[in-house]
């Protein structure tokens, strides 16, 4: 009974993000811990990811015209196909992660990550490049006894 009423929640938000102007692909979860910034800037997230718990995606820097007068703060965050995002990871402004990519928990994504790797810490770092063909997240997740 959770598991339906969990997915009837989690179904209104994609649709709240999407009304947003959120870009969100098939198949793609995001638990209802984790917090999507659509009030200014761009969201694009593409098909069969995951992103967990806690997870901040922010296309908005609201201090940026501190530092440069001229930066009105919007941007963009895109993330490609079959991208894991870790537990309380923060995606900042103007970010660009890769497909098939995997982000460590608590990890601050600050800069680009290209296809294809795991990378986590705060700044974040690349630490080892998966071996093709990449293998995608389960279309269907499996419950644990």
Known sequence: MVHHLGNLLRFFQ??????????????????????????????????????????????????????????????????????????????LRNVTIGSHSIIGAGSVVNKDIPEGVVAAGNPIKILKELDKPYRPLPKVHKNVD
Request: glycine fraction near 14%; charge should be positive; proline fraction near 1%.
């Open 14 to 91: 994609m649709s709240f993000l999407r009304a947003s102007g959120a870009k969100i692909g098939k198949n793609t979860m995001i638990s209802l811990g984790a917090k999507i910034d659509v009030r200014r800037g761009k969201v694009t997230i593409g098909d069969h990811c995951l992103i967990t718990h806690g997870c901040y995606i922010l296309s908005h820097d609201g201090a940026a015209h501190i530092i440069n007068p001229e930066d009105n703060g919007t941007g963009y965050v895109t993330i490609g196909d079959h991208v894991f995002i870790g537990v309380n990871t923060v995606v």
